[in-house]
RNA sequence: GUGGCCGUAGCUCAGUUGGUUAGAGCGCCGGGUUGUGGUCCCGGAGGUCGGGGGUUCGAAACCCCUCGGUCACCCCA
C-alpha cells in the first residue's frame, strides 16, 4: 500500500483507461439523445452558496448531514454540490432563460456518507431538467428520455417506477395525517419509529424495518389525497407514457429524498442490482423550487442518473462491454533518426490513428507493442526500404507484408481504415 | 454515524495445527544470431505479507489499535 496521503480521499476513485472508454461511450449516448430530444448542455460551478441548497433540503440528510461545506478566504459560505437540480434552477433564476428551458449536464457530487460498492463520496451523474412548463407531456418527455438512454446502453432489466405526490396543498395536508396515523399506531414499535413518525412520516414509507411492515402497508397512501389537478395530471402523464409504450409500476410509496418534489416523482431501479442500492436514476416535478429561490413562478422537472452505480448495473447485464483499443497503424522504427517522427505525424494529420513504440526499443520489441496496441497494420520503417523510397506495411492480422510507396502510404492505409474514415476529413 | 466480513507481487489468488532465503497463474522486461508480433521455450525484475504495537525462542498466520475495502442499517445515484 502507498502512503496514506497519496490516496484518492475515502470515498473517492479514479477511473483510467480502459475503463474510461465506457464512459466516453456512455455521455456520448446521453449527449447525442439529449440533443435528439432537444436539449442543450449546461455546465455550472462545483460550488456553490450553501444557501443553495439549504433552501431546497433543510430537512434531508443529503443536506442536513452530508453536505461538504467550506469557508473559502473571502468568508464565503460554499458547499460542494450534493446534488444536481439546485444549482440548475439557481442558474435558472439568475440568467432567466427563455421558457421553456431544457437542459442537460454531466456534474460530479459530492455527499459525506459512508461508501460502499455503487455508494460514493464523489459520484458523477447524468442529468436533465426542464423549467418552464407543467404540461403532463414534458413529464413524459423528460422520462423517455432516459428510458431511451438506459435502452441505448443495452440495458434490459432497468424499469420505471412511478409515483405522484400532488400539489403543494395536497402533499401538506397528506404529510399530516400519515404522521397522526402513524403515531397512533407507534405503540410497541420503539423509540426511532416514534422520532422518525414525527421527522420525517414519509420517509418512512420506505423504511425496511420488518417489525414496521404492518403499520406501514396500512398507512394512507399518497395518490389517495391527490387534488383534482394533480389527479388529471398524474392520468396524463400515465397516458403518454402508455402511448410510447414505456411500462411503468405504480409505487404509492416511493419517496425521493428531497423536499423540492411535488406531482410526478419517478425512479429507475435495476433488477441486476441488490436491493439497498438498486436505483441507477430518479427525478421528478419541483414546481415550487424556482419561486423558493427568489425567481418567478416556474414549474419544474429532472432527473439525475448516478454514473458509476449505472456502470455496475451494466456490468451485471454484460451490456457497454469495454470497448478494445484500436489503431489503424502502429509504426516500428528501425533507423532510429526523424524519419518515423515524421511519418506518424503526418499519418494522424491524415486522420488516421496511429502511435508508435518509444525509447528506441528493439525492433522485435517494438512489432510486440504494435501486436498488443490492437493496431490493423504494422509500418516499418527501415534502411532498406528507405533506400527504395518504401515502408514495409503488414497486415496485422493476416501477416502479409508488402512495400507500399512512402508518399502513398497515408492514403494507401485511409483507403482501408475501419470504420472508413469521411471523405473530406484531414 | 452503528454493526458484520475482508486486506499476501501490477491483477487473481495459494501459503498445512505459528517454524529456516514467502509461492503460482496472468501481466511486465529480456533472450531463442544479421531488422518483424500473435503460439512455444528459457531467463529476469517486482512483495517492509495494508500500517503500528504486543504475545513467542520464532508471526503472513495469535491478540490490540489503526488505515483501507466490502456488506447490512441509515440515506441515496
Same mark, same amino acid.
Given at each position: 500500500?502507498?502512503?496514506?496521503?497519496?490516496?484518492?480521499?475515502?470515498?473517492?476513485?479514479?477511473?483510467?483507461?480502459?475503463?474510461? =472508454?465506457?464512459?466516453?461511450?456512455?455521455?456520448?449516448?446521453?449527449?447525442?439523445?439529449? =440533443?435528439?430530444?432537444?436539449?442543450?448542455?449546461?455546465? *455550472?460551478?462545483?460550488?456553490?452558496?450553501?444557501?443553495?441548497?439549504?433552501?431546497?433540503?433543510?430537512?434531508?440528510?443529503?443536506?442536513? @448531514?452530508?453536505?461538504?461545506?467550506?469557508?473559502?478566504?473571502?468568508?464565503?459560505?460554499?458547499?460542494?454540490?450534493?446534488?444536481?437540480?439546485?444549482?440548475?434552477?439557481?442558474?435558472?433564476?439568475?440568467?432567466?432563460?427563455?421558457?421553456?428551458? @431544457?437542459?442537460?449536464?454531466?456534474?460530479?457530487?459530492?455527499?459525506?456518507?459512508?461508501?460502499?460498492?455503487?455508494?460514493?463520496?464523489?459520484?458523477?451523474?447524468?442529468? =436533465?431538467?426542464?423549467?418552464?412548463?407543467?404540461?403532463?407531456?414534458?413529464?413524459?418527455?423528460?422520462?423517455?428520455?432516459?428510458?431511451?438512454?438506459?435502452?441505448?446502453?443495452?440495458?434490459? @432489466?432497468?424499469?420505471?417506477?412511478?409515483?405522484?405526490?400532488?400539489?403543494?396543498?395536497?402533499?401538506?395536508?397528506?404529510?399530516?395525517?400519515?404522521?397522526?396515523?402513524?403515531?397512533?399506531?407507534?405503540?410497541?414499535?420503539?423509540?426511532?419509529?416514534?422520532?422518525?413518525?414525527?421527522?420525517?412520516?414519509?420517509?418512512?414509507?420506505?423504511?425496511?424495518?420488518?417489525?414496521?411492515?404492518?403499520?406501514?402497508?396500512?398507512?394512507?397512501?399518497?395518490?389517495?389525497?391527490?387534488?383534482?389537478?394533480?389527479?388529471?395530471?398524474?392520468?396524463?402523464?400515465?397516458?403518454?407514457?402508455?402511448?410510447?409504450?414505456?411500462?411503468?409500476?405504480?409505487?404509492?410509496?416511493?419517496?425521493?429524498?428531497?423536499?423540492?418534489?411535488?406531482?410526478?416523482?419517478?425512479?429507475?431501479?435495476?433488477?441486476?442490482?441488490?436491493?439497498?442500492?438498486?436505483?441507477?436514476?430518479?427525478?421528478?416535478?419541483?414546481?415550487?423550487?424556482?419561486?423558493?429561490?427568489?425567481?418567478?413562478? *416556474?414549474?419544474?422537472?429532472?432527473?439525475?442518473?448516478?454514473?458509476?452505480?449505472?456502470?455496475?448495473?451494466?456490468? =451485471?447485464?454484460?451490456?457497454?462491454?469495454?470497448?478494445?483499443?484500436?489503431?489503424?497503424?502502429?509504426?516500428?522504427?528501425?533507423?532510429?533518426?526523424?524519419?518515423?517522427?515524421?511519418?506518424?505525424?503526418?499519418?494522424?494529420?491524415?486522420?488516421?490513428?496511429?502511435?508508435?513504440?518509444?525509447?528506441?526499443?528493439?525492433?522485435?520489441?517494438?512489432?510486440?507493442?504494435?501486436?498488443?496496441?490492437?493496431?490493423?497494420?504494422?509500418?516499418?520503417?527501415?534502411?532498406?526500404?528507405?533506400?527504395?523510397?518504401?515502408?514495409?506495411? @503488414?497486415?496485422?492480422?493476416?501477416?502479409?507484408?508488402?512495400?507500399?510507396?512512402?508518399?502513398?502510404?497515408?492514403?494507401?492505409?485511409?483507403?482501408?481504415?475501419?470504420?472508413?474514415?469521411?471523405?473530406?476529413?484531414?
Amino acid at each position: 500500500m502507498a502512503e496514506p496521503e497519496y490516496r484518492a480521499p475515502v470515498g473517492t476513485h479514479d477511473v483510467l483507461p480502459p475503463e474510461s =472508454a465506457r464512459w466516453i461511450a456512455l455521455v456520448e449516448a446521453f449527449a447525442e439523445r439529449a =440533443a435528439r430530444f432537444g436539449y442543450g448542455l449546461v455546465i *455550472t460551478p462545483v460550488l456553490e452558496h450553501q444557501e443553495v441548497f439549504q433552501r431546497v433540503g433543510a430537512s434531508t440528510d443529503v443536506v442536513r @448531514k452530508e453536505m461538504y461545506q467550506l469557508t473559502d478566504r473571502g468568508g464565503r459560505d460554499l458547499a460542494l454540490r450534493p446534488e444536481g437540480t439546485a444549482p440548475v434552477v439557481r442558474a435558472y433564476v439568475q440568467h432567466r432563460p427563455t421558457p421553456p428551458w @431544457k437542459v442537460w449536464y454531466l456534474a460530479p457530487h459530492f455527499r459525506y456518507e459512508r461508501p460502499q460498492r455503487g455508494r460514493y463520496r464523489q459520484h458523477w451523474q447524468l442529468g =436533465a431538467e426542464v423549467l418552464g412548463v407543467d404540461d403532463p407531456d414534458v413529464d413524459v418527455e423528460v422520462i423517455a428520455l432516459a428510458h431511451g438512454f438506459y435502452r441505448d446502453l443495452g440495458l434490459r @432489466k432497468v424499469s420505471l417506477r412511478l409515483n405522484s405526490m400532488g400539489a403543494p396543498a395536497d402533499r401538506a395536508v397528506f404529510v399530516e395525517r400519515l404522521r397522526s396515523y402513524l403515531l397512533d399506531h407507534a405503540a410497541g414499535l420503539g423509540p426511532e419509529f416514534q422520532a422518525r413518525a414525527e421527522a420525517h412520516p414519509l420517509r418512512l414509507l420506505d423504511a425496511k424495518e420488518e417489525d414496521w411492515q404492518d403499520v406501514i402497508e396500512r398507512a394512507p397512501q399518497l395518490t389517495e389525497h391527490l387534488g383534482a389537478d394533480a389527479e388529471r395530471h398524474f392520468e396524463r402523464v400515465q397516458e403518454g407514457l402508455a402511448a410510447l409504450g414505456i411500462a411503468y409500476e405504480l409505487t404509492p410509496r416511493l419517496v425521493r429524498g428531497f423536499d423540492y418534489y411535488t406531482s410526478t416523482t419517478f425512479e429507475f431501479v435495476s433488477d441486476a442490482l441488490d436491493a439497498a442500492q438498486d436505483a441507477v436514476g430518479g427525478g421528478g416535478r419541483y414546481d415550487q423550487l424556482a419561486e423558493e429561490m427568489g425567481g418567478p413562478p *416556474t414549474p419544474g422537472i429532472g432527473f439525475g442518473i448516478g454514473v458509476e452505480r449505472l456502470l455496475i448495473a451494466a456490468d =451485471a447485464e454484460q451490456a457497454l462491454p469495454p470497448v478494445p483499443p484500436s489503431l489503424d497503424a502502429f509504426v516500428v522504427d528501425g533507423v532510429g533518426d526523424a524519419s518515423a517522427t515524421a511519418l506518424v505525424a503526418e499519418l494522424r494529420e491524415a486522420g488516421l490513428r496511429a502511435d508508435r513504440g518509444y525509447g528506441g526499443r528493439s525492433v522485435k520489441a517494438q512489432w510486440k507493442l504494435a501486436d498488443r496496441s490492437g493496431a490493423r497494420f504494422g509500418v516499418m520503417v527501415g534502411r532498406a526500404e528507405a533506400s527504395r523510397g518504401t515502408v514495409g506495411v @503488414k497486415d496485422l492480422v493476416s501477416g502479409q507484408q508488402l512495400e507500399v510507396s512512402r508518399d502513398q502510404v497515408a492514403g494507401w492505409l485511409r483507403a482501408r481504415a475501419e470504420p472508413p474514415l469521411p471523405e473530406g476529413a484531414a
